[in-house]
């Protein structure tokens, strides 16, 4: 059941680092809503997690409700999906696969210190962490991650289920295909594209283009070797190997 009028229950998928990241940014933006008098937009009831020894437990103050499937239990809840690191970035989209959830029950979860340009577009089930910038017309695309101090200049495009680790600064015009994982403290240089399911390694400097499912790294980056299996995996789905772009922008301006 939801809470007070204008309050909206949300749960949090994962129970890891970026979920409980996210829960706090949850905490975050309902004591600024209070702060300017008006009801919280969301409460958050809890975590769902596939790891049975995290069940009944609480997880900084949250507790983990059961498994990733009470999702259709919880109807009337609003959902954001936080699982994914670097050894396996592909795991949020075969999540939210798995769910097979309409759009309209993913959040979008903005921080109340990220600045978020009134010509940007952020995608259902996204998260933006403290601090982060969208200048002038950036397209995030739905469940992205994009963690904290991460600035996103001028027509920048984010393709869905990217992840944008803490402190990534992309030039004007860049763009990110689906499924991108770019390292903490990377650089990427205007215009530039970094290919679907591909990952940047840790304050990578990209001059060039990095093709689709490629694990490139260094200052300037260079080609390391080709993504693991899921990252691949998800490339044959997406059907990249042929050309095909499958990024969808469902984003809406963000006020």
């Given at each position: 059941?939801?809470?007070?009028?204008?309050?909206?229950?949300?749960?949090?998928?994962?129970?890891?680092?970026?979920?409980?990241?996210?829960a706090q940014a949850v905490r975050d933006v309902a004591a600024a809503d209070m702060?300017?008098?008006?009801?919280?937009?969301?409460?958050?009831?809890?975590?769902?997690?596939?790891?049975?020894?995290?069940?009944?437990?609480?997880?900084?103050?949250?507790?983990?409700?059961?498994?990733?499937?009470?999702v259709h239990e919880l109807w009337d809840a609003r959902v954001v999906v936080c699982v994914g690191s670097p050894r396996d970035y592909a795991v949020r989209a075969r999540l939210v696969r798995r769910l097979?959830?309409?759009?309209?029950?993913?959040?979008?979860?903005?921080?109340?210190?990220?600045v978020v340009s009134?010509?940007?577009v952020l995608g259902a089930g996204?998260?933006?962490?403290?601090?982060?910038?969208?200048?002038?017309?950036?397209?995030?695309?739905?469940?992205?991650?994009?963690?904290?101090?991460?600035?996103?200049?001028?027509?920048?495009?984010?393709?869905?289920?990217?992840?944008l680790a803490s402190g990534v600064r992309l030039g004007g015009g860049v763009r990110l295909g689906r499924g991108a994982y770019v390292g903490a403290g990377s650089l990427v240089r205007e215009y530039t594209t970094v290919g679907a399911w591909s990952l940047t390694g840790m304050g990578s400097t990209v001059l060039g283009d990095v093709p689709p499912g490629e694990v490139w790294a260094g200052s300037p980056a260079r080609r390391l070797r080709t993504a693991d299996g899921p990252a691949l995996e998800e490339l044959r789905t997406d059907g990249e190997m042929t050309g095909r772009q499958p990024e969808t922008w469902m984003g809406s301006p963000v006020r």
């Open positions: 059941m939801n809470g007070p009028q204008g309050t909206e229950d949300l749960l949090i998928v994962g129970a890891g680092g970026f979920a409980r990241e996210t702060a300017r008098g008006r009801a919280p937009r969301w409460r958050l009831i809890g975590h769902l997690d596939d790891d049975p020894a995290l069940h009944g437990r609480d997880v900084d103050g949250v507790p983990v409700l059961g498994g990733c499937e009470r097979g959830l309409p759009v309209n029950r993913y959040a979008t979860v903005v921080h109340p210190t990220a009134g010509s940007s996204s998260v933006l962490l403290a601090q982060c910038v969208l200048t002038a017309a950036v397209r995030v695309g739905s469940h992205v991650a994009v963690m904290p101090q991460v600035v996103l200049t001028h027509d920048d495009a984010v393709g869905d289920f990217a992840t």
